[in-house]
């Protein structure tokens, strides 16, 4: 059974930075595809970050060169470090997975989210 379960979301001040981690259960790292998502109050669902099962990231074009997901697959956990923090950040923080090499992909898995919240 596929569980994962977000953390270390809260409120910072524009600029500050957060780190998101995700504890995961049966998930093979070496053939998934990790994503973070969010969803902000009235958007849609948004992908943020992947990473593939070699290592490949992939970013969305408003979090290049702030965010940087990375994966510890000796405790299964995905991060995802956020510098420089917007208020546009602000959103429900969603840990997901896909099964296969493929990435980016849509994912079959998902946490219950992490609220961040960036203040101006």
């Known amino acids: 059974q596929v569980q994962l379960v977000e953390s270390g979301g809260g409120s910072v001040q524009a600029g500050g930075s957060l780190r998101l981690s995700c504890a995961t259960s049966g998930i093979t790292y070496s053939s998934a595809c990790m994503s973070w998502f969010r969803r902000a109050p009235g958007k849609e669902r948004e992908g943020v970050a992947f990473?593939?099962?070699?290592?490949?990231?992939i970013y969305g074009d408003s979090v290049k060169g702030r965010f940087t997901i990375s994966q510890d697959t000796a405790k299964n956990t995905l991060y995802l470090q956020m510098n420089s923090l917007k208020p546009e950040d602000t959103a429900m923080y969603y840990c997901?997975?896909?099964?296969?090499?493929?990435?980016?992909?849509?994912?079959?898995?998902w946490g219950r989210g992490t609220q961040v919240t960036v203040s101006a």
């Open positions: 997901a997975a896909k099964s296969g090499r493929l990435c980016p992909r849509y994912p079959e898995y």
């Open positions: 990473i593939a099962s070699d290592g490949r990231t």
